[in-house]
T-cell receptor, first 115, second 115 residues
């Protein structure tokens, strides 16, 4: 069975500082990994994904994420945080084996960026 | 990106009534749509996978007679909460799979309040 863990309920960072939101996963087969962002009372917006290729993937709004197979991690990063980045961030995994078609989400990490 | 429209965005109903939520993919054909439920300050819980022209696949613990899903066309899936009770109050989010790319495209969500 596939699973996603986001160990931090909340991450606080000052504007202009780098930010990291952690994610580890468990899936059989090759993983499809995703990050989504959710603003209050809204649906989720896709940020970036890793399917194959370079371990460092770049996405929307200056975010990037690094795939680390040995550590089964896919941490979200941004070199310089903005107050407008404050939101709820979800890591997600989609298996590629039969039966692993569905996307499973982590518990979410709330990011607060302080001015 | 692809656009998914979800309607209504919020609904209040009396206990015992049924509520239908529509999810439309506006600019792509979604052979598969997913329905999620999100409790306050919690992650998304996958309820069911909806495939066009066939019966939905429900996750363990989700009552299929309670949450009726119909995917009659490549652009429309509906979720009907039958005989709603206050414990069904939640934020329901649909998403479409465009196929091949992996990421999901989400509707804006529907907040259901059952009195």
């Amino acid at each position: 069975a596939q699973s996603v863990a986001q160990p931090e309920d909340q991450v606080n960072v000052a504007e202009g500082n780098p930010l990291t939101v952690k994610c580890t996963y468990s899936v059989s087969g090759n993983p499809y990994l995703f990050w989504y962002v959710q603003y209050p009372n809204r649906g989720l917006q896709f940020l970036l994904k890793y399917i194959t290729g370079d371990n460092l993937v770049k996405g929307s709004y200056g975010f990037e994420a690094e795939f680390n197979k040995s550590q089964t991690s896919f941490h979200l990063k941004k070199p310089s945080a903005l107050v407008s980045d404050s939101a709820l961030y979800f890591c997600a995994v989609r298996g590629t084996n039969t039966g692993g078609f569905k996307t499973i989400f982590g518990a979410g990490t709330r990011l607060f960026v302080k001015a | 990106g692809a656009v998914v429209s979800q309607h209504p965005s919020w609904v209040i109903c009396k206990s015992g009534t049924s509520v239908k939520i529509e999810c439309r993919s506006l600019d792509f054909q979604a052979t598969t749509m997913f329905w999620y439920r999100q409790f306050p300050k919690q992650s998304l819980m996958l309820m069911a996978t909806s495939n066009e022209g066939s019966k939905a696949t429900y996750e363990q613990g989700v009552e299929k007679d309670k949450f009726l899903i119909n995917h009659a066309s490549l652009t429309l899936s509906t979720l009907t909460v039958t005989s709603a009770h206050p414990e069904d109050s939640s934020f329901y989010i649909c998403s479409g799979d465009r196929g091949g790319t992996g990421e999901l495209f989400f509707g804006e969500g529907s907040r259901l309040t059952v009195l």
